[in-house]
């Protein structure tokens, strides 16, 4: 497909912006199931950090029990060592910036690896929705793949299709939590994507996250594949 050799042809970088539950993972997959991007799903990457019970995830722990916002340097730490380990010239940040002093975060990273960001999309979605996506989300714990038990159910109940490995809800999951972390998008990230759609109003695109994750990722796809175009 053109678009996806168009989408690897300079290092560049694009930020997956939207609300808890919008699909940002299952769109970032999708892309790059297709493509040779590397993705940095930071809130997977500070999930596994707590389950592995390493000395950064017990930092990063309590924030994200309490449904907040873990803080800039210990995201930074986190998503500066999964870079070490990417590969390709295009990198996708699933959910990163979350917060106005994470932009600056953002900068200095895209400074540090020699990457121009050439997009930042969000996904838009309602509230209500959101809930319900969440509160179904399962998690392998193995493979990492994710299910929703409303709207994408394993075939087995508590199993997943891939590896057969465990499905788990995650903490931050639970719907009180969920209502926090969406007060916390509201207040923390809406700001910043303000500011993006402020000062890098030519690189920002606004998608509706309601259709089904592979439609959606083929939208993204196509208008990321634009806005590289005009660099």
């Known amino acids: 497909m053109a678009g996806e050799s168009a989408i690897q042809e300079k290092n560049c970088a694009a930020v997956l912006m939207g609300p808890p539950g919008s699909g940002k993972t299952t769109v ?17 990457l ?5 389950k592995r019970d390493t000395a950064l995830g017990r930092e990063i722990s309590p924030h994200k029990a309490a449904g907040d916002l873990v803080p800039p340097e210990l995201v930074k730490r986190v998503i500066s060592a999964e870079l070490e380990r990417s590969s390709g010239k295009f990198v996708l ?23 121009t960001l050439c997009g930042v999309i969000n996904l838009n979605i ?13 998690l392998c714990q193995s493979c990492g793949a994710l299910y929703n038990i409303y709207l994408n159910p394993p075939r087995q109940e508590g199993r997943c299709d891939r590896c057969g490995g465990q499905l ?15 007060e916390n998008y509201e207040r923390e990230t809406v700001p910043v994507i303000g500011l993006f759609r402020k000062e890098h109003k030519e690189i920002c695109l606004e998608i509706g996250a309601q259709a089904i994750p592979d439609e959606v990722a083929n939208q993204v796809r196509e ?6 175009g005009r660099d």
């Open 223 to 228: 208008k990321l594949t634009k806005a590289r």
């Open 28 to 44: 970032a997959r999708a892309l790059a199931a297709h493509s040779e991007i590397a993705v940095i799903e930071t809130g997977n």
């Open 126 to 138: 309602e509230k209500e929705a959101v809930l319900k996506r969440l509160s179904g989300r399962r």
């Open 93 to 115: 940040f699933d959910g990163f910036p979350r917060s106005i002093p994470q932009v600056d975060l953002l900068f200095g990273l895209l400074k540090e690896r020699n990457l």
């Open 168 to 182: 788990a809800q995650r903490q931050d999951d639970r719907e009180e939590i969920v209502r926090r972390r969406f």
């Open 46 to 50: 500070l999930e596994t950090e707590v």
